[in-house]
């Protein structure tokens, strides 16, 4: 029988390898094959949060001895302590912090001739393969760096008050968001330009009318942040899988938001973000693709 625990996490503060203790080694019939997924006490990798899966997951090595198996996905699991019932990725229906439920790191792995079975209870090395790593955590920062560049671009388009960000002006991404999906070239954001938002008084026509001068001029701001090589922070409570993080950006005013995701350290890594902006008249959503380069 085994007994997972709560993980600890790395990842917020940038670390990419590391060691932990096998808690577990369990079936995952998701992957349509003999896959396993290997938990750990603690763990450099980042998993999709199954909430909002905006980040892709990790990928790269786990090691016991000679044996190395690649990670191939990475996912959140809940455990329920009573019954011991164990949900993987998309199953798990609690939100991270559920009292009633145990929240872990699942690392997918592929299957290989050594029974890794025998891994639980003993350490073994975690390496996340850094290139795609460095290229996440790039496209993370430059969406979040995207919202706050139209939020000031779009703040003269709002014919009320709204929620302010955290430099002051009328949060816009908050409020016509769709969802969000980051790649290792970029991201992508897709905002509802409907009934409900300009009712709350936001001139979306405006904005469609004007779109390619408001898109040029978010551009000339992400290219000013990215110059000024400002620090970039995450913090957190603890190193527990669910505590609460803060993402900080320090250009002028700051720009803060709650994030759990991965980050460059600085605007320095960042070499270009790039956004392209289309409206479907159909469905009434704005698309903003950001192409970010490391």
């Not at 872990?104 to 073994?124: F, L, N, R, S």
């Not at 954001?189 to 026509?205: A, E």
């Not at 779109?211 to 620090?231: C, E, G, I, K, M």
Request: aromatic share 6%; net charge negative; glycine share 8%.
């Amino acid at each position: 029988m085994y007994e997972i625990n709560e993980t600890r996490i790395g990842y917020p503060h940038g670390q990419t390898e590391g060691c932990g203790r096998v808690l577990a080694v369990l079936p995952y019939a998701a992957a349509g094959d003999t896959s396993r997924v290997v938990v750990t006490d603690r763990t450099p990798f980042h998993p999709v949060d199954h909430t909002w899966p905006d980040q892709p997951a990790d990928h790269g090595m786990i090691s016991f001895g000679p044996t190395a198996v690649p990670v191939v996905d990475t996912q959140i699991l809940s455990v329920e302590p009573a019954t011991g019932e164990v949900r993987i990725g998309p199953e798990v229906s609690a939100r991270r912090g559920d009292r009633d439920r145990v929240f872990a790191v699942g690392h997918i792995v592929k299957p290989v001739e050594a029974d890794i079975a025998e891994w639980v209870g003993q350490i073994v090395s975690l390496e996340v393969d850094v290139v795609r790593r460095a290229a996440l955590s790039a496209a993370h920062t430059g969406c979040h760096l995207v919202a706050f560049a139209v939020n000031e671009c779009v703040d003269g388009l709002w014919t009320k008050d709204a929620i302010r960000d955290s430099r002051g002006n009328r949060n816009f991404d908050a409020a016509a968001l769709l969802d969000t999906r980051h790649h290792v070239g970029g991201s992508i954001d897709r905002y509802r330009l409907g009934k409900s938002l300009r009712k709350r008084g936001f001139n979306h026509p405006a904005l469609i009318a004007e779109l390619d001068a408001h898109v040029l001029r978010a551009n000339d701001l992400l290219a000013a942040w990215l110059a000024s090589q400002a620090d970039v922070t995450v913090t957190g409570s603890s190193d527990r899988l669910t505590a609460d993080r803060v993402w900080r950006c320090a250009i002028s005013p700051p720009a803060v938001m709650r994030c759990g995701g991965t980050h460059v350290s600085d605007l320095g890594q960042i070499a270009a973000i790039d956004i392209s902006a289309q409206f479907d008249d159909d469905t009434n959503v704005l698309t903003l693709a950001a192409s970010t380069r490391p």
